[in-house]
């Protein structure tokens, strides 16, 4: 059972717009959200988190919105590079037993273009 | 890099084999954590030890085990291998095992590619 989703596989984007991928959970308890960056031969490497208690987390070009009431997070990427072209993970970690223990989604392939 | 070491990098074995994947940790991080990616699928928690101990299971086969030894490193073994467990398989480490969580606290390995034919 997924309890973090994400529903599109991939997303391309034209360098310089905006990239927006999007995350659903179902599990109520999750208190805390990731955005994970991988690229090929890599493992994934943390992007920027966001706690239930905000609604926005900016960092840089990136920013994380929470909307707990949905169920529904989503990372936006402005402007976007071609650096960024990448499978993005979002992550939700089981607070409920032990730190760590990251519930994933299946990750969305990121393809920016110039 | 993220000072997460796993080898094999890719490993190739026939149905009913037996491998040993190795991960070291970095330096100083007592939790090591066992993930499984197959084709199309996210991470799927699978093992986690702290210090030696095993911590939490997770979607872990009967097939499966692991193991922390004493200078941290870990080793996860899968024994009569089947096509379908074909993945990746990362390790990740941690310095806590309990406590507030942050992101940037669990760093991965670049992952070991099984391929079982």
Redesign the interface.
């Given at each position: 059972d997924q309890q973090v989703k994400q529903n599109s596989p991939s997303l391309s984007v034209q360098e310089g717009r905006i990239s927006i991928l999007n995350c659903d959970y179902t599990n109520s308890m999750f208190d805390y959200f990731l955005w994970y960056k991988k690229y090929p031969a890599e493992g994934p490497t943390f992007l920027i988190s966001i706690s239930s208690i905000k609604d926005k987390n900016e960092d840089g070009r990136f920013t994380v919105f929470l909307n707990k009431s949905a169920k529904h997070l989503s990372l936006h990427i402005v402007p976007s590079q071609p650096g960024d072209s990448a499978v993005y993970f979002c992550a939700a970690p089981d607070r409920g037993s032990t730190l760590g223990r990251l519930y994933f989604g299946r990750g969305t392939q990121l393809t920016v273009w110039p | 890099d993220?000072g997460?070491t796993q080898t094999p990098k890719h490993l190739i074995t026939a149905t009913g084999q037996r491998v040993t994947l190795r991960c070291s940790p970095r330096s100083g991080d007592l939790?090591v954590?066992w993930?499984q990616q197959s084709l199309?699928?996210?991470?799927?928690?699978l093992i986690?030890y702290y210090n030696g101990e095993e911590?939490?299971k997770?979607n872990i086969l009967e097939r499966f085990s692991a193991q922390q030894f004493p200078d941290l490193h870990s080793e996860l073994n899968l024994s009569s291998l089947e096509l379908g467990d074909s993945a990746l398989y990362?390790c990740?480490s941690?310095v806590?095992?309990?406590?507030t969580?942050?992101?940037?606290t669990?760093?991965?390995?670049?992952?070991s590619w099984l391929t079982v034919v």
């Open positions: - | 993220s997460v939790s954590y993930y199309d699928q996210g991470l799927q928690f986690q911590r939490a997770g990362f990740a941690s806590v095992s309990g406590g969580f942050s992101g940037n669990i760093y991965f390995g670049e992952g």
